[in-house]
């Protein structure tokens, strides 16, 4: 490999080191990662990038080799075997690389790169949170595999806003509606929920209806989980747009549709709230 060919990847790893600076210092690492894992993205694109400015200043340039041992005695070397040995050497005196050289190496990798870069959203279509799971009903839970749980227990454990509404966690409001008895406990009770607004697709035909979701990330993106509840507007309130960051008061209720028990809000208000740092809910 010649100095200019370590010189050409040294540029290619100093561009990956220093996208991942810009990923972490630009925010939108959070799109992606649990917060617990940001650091990591910064500590692995500074080493990248160390990595690519030493190649780039200093490059190793490795000579081919013939292999032959050329450490002779000179008084015991023979020189009817010159030519011979000269030709087989001579064979070896041509370039061994194969596959597209790094030039090519660097335009593969660094123009899909920037591309991806210039015109990625950083966020899930609605056909993509529906893949993982934003209309999904909430699995029955068996009650025997839980603690007790109370009202009281709820009024020690919850704050409330000024309304006296329960600011309850959206993934407690979805699983609530998996366990009866939980049920009985939640069912008309006043909520407030926090999250973003989605179009609604089920049991929808009056056309009153949102959906409210979170976003449950255990690391990345990959294991990416969204829980959701319906919100029934009643007639001339003021409704938020799809993808909306709201605070959504109301009281919680449960529906069975087709059989399956799901949770439905029914708002007293919505308000605009700021999106926080991270959407994701990291699951406890």
């Not at 009650?143 to 020690?156: G, H, M, N, S």
């Not at 990330?217 to 990416?224: E, P, R, V, Y």
Request: net charge negative.
């Amino acid at each position: 490999m010649t100095s200019l060919h370590t010189r050409l990847f040294g540029l290619l790893a100093t561009s990956w080191g220093a996208l991942l600076i810009y990923f972490y210092h630009s925010t939108r690492i959070k799109k992606y990662l649990a917060p617990d894992f940001h650091h990591l993205i910064l500590f692995g694109g500074i080493g990248i990038l160390i990595l690519g400015v030493y190649s780039i200043i200093n490059p190793q340039e490795k000579k081919a080799s013939c292999g032959h041992d050329h450490d002779h005695h000179e008084d015991s070397h023979d020189h009817s075997h010159d030519h011979s040995h000269d030709d087989d050497c001579a064979v070896c005196d041509h370039d061994h690389e194969e596959g597209h050289g790094p030039l090519i190496t660097i335009l593969l990798t660094i123009v899909p790169l920037a591309i991806a870069m210039n015109f990625t959203e950083d966020k899930l279509s609605n056909a993509g949170l529906s893949k993982k799971g934003l209309y999904e009903a909430p699995s029955l839970t068996n009650a025997a595999d839980i603690p007790p749980f109370t009202r009281e227990d709820l009024e020690k454990r919850v704050p409330k806003n000024e309304h006296g509404e329960f600011e309850l966690r959206m993934i407690t409001a979805y699983y609530a509606a998996g366990d009866r008895e939980i049920q009985d406990i939640f069912d008309g009770l006043p909520i407030e929920l926090e999250g973003r607004v989605a179009p609604e697709k089920v049991n929808n035909e009056a056309g009153n209806r949102l959906r409210i979701f979170r976003s449950i990330i255990t690391c990345c993106a990959a294991d990416l989980q969204v829980v959701g509840v319906s919100m029934e507007f009643p007639e001339g309130a003021t409704r938020p747009k799809p993808e909306d960051w709201v605070k959504a008061g109301g009281t919680l209720t449960f529906e069975t549709i087709n059989g399956t028990v799901l949770p439905l809000l029914k708002i007293r208000e919505v308000t605009p709230a700021e999106e926080p740092y991270s959407e994701f809910r990291l699951r406890q």
